[in-house]
């Protein structure tokens, strides 16, 4: 069977002193570059919002940095603006291994909706397109590293697990916001999904 590794979000503004800073986001790189040519594919996904994304706090007037709100298609946390479409932070973190990627596929550009999985939007039915890309290229077995444990790679892994993945996860390649437990819940509900945890 072969591998693909998929790289979740690894970008500046996802790492210290980026606009939502990951605690040791950047701590991962390395090892996720080293473990780039174990695998028969890599993929990197980009967060990849327009300024004034409706899941920025900003864009609901009075609404908190990290509150929720109610969109139609259900609870949204409201971030701090971040990775806008060809901004700085938006940009990979400058030492992974970018080059290494076959495909890199972006998430969050619908304005209306929020990303968290490489697979599908937060309404959880429009489809990215990389279900159809991994199956037609014979890729079954996924293993997830990257930013942020507890959201996108979260909502990834179970995802690719629900569809018929192997899906894995490498906790230590991972790091998380944790807001009011998010990390431990997401842990819980990736074991129960069926991913498994692999070091
Ligand atoms: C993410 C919050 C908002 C993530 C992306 O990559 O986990 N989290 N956008
Ligand atoms: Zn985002």
Known sequence: MSDALIIIDIQKDFCPGGALAVPEGDLIVAGVNELMPEYDAVILT?????????S????????????????PYGPQVLWPDHCIQGSDGAHFHPDLAVDRADLIIRKGYNPAIDSYSAFFE????TPTGLEGYLRTRGFMRLTFVGLAT????????????????????????????????????????MAQAGVSFAA
Do not use: K
């Not at 980009?46 to 409706?54: E, I, K, L, T, Y």
């Not at 937060?122 to 039915?125: A, L, P, V």
């Open 150 to 189: 507890d959201f996108c790679v979260n909502f990834s892994a179970v995802d690719a697990a629900h569809l018929g993945f192997e899906a894995i996860l490498r906790p230590d390649l991972c790091r998380g916001i944790n807001i009011e437990g998010s990390l431990a819940t997401a842990m819980e509900g």
């Open 56 to 71: 920025f706090a900003s864009a609901h007037p009075g609404a908190e940095v990290m509150s929720l709100t109610e969109m």
């Open 46 to 54: 980009q967060d990849w919002h327009p300024a004034g994304h409706s």
């Open 122 to 125: 937060n309404d959880r039915t």
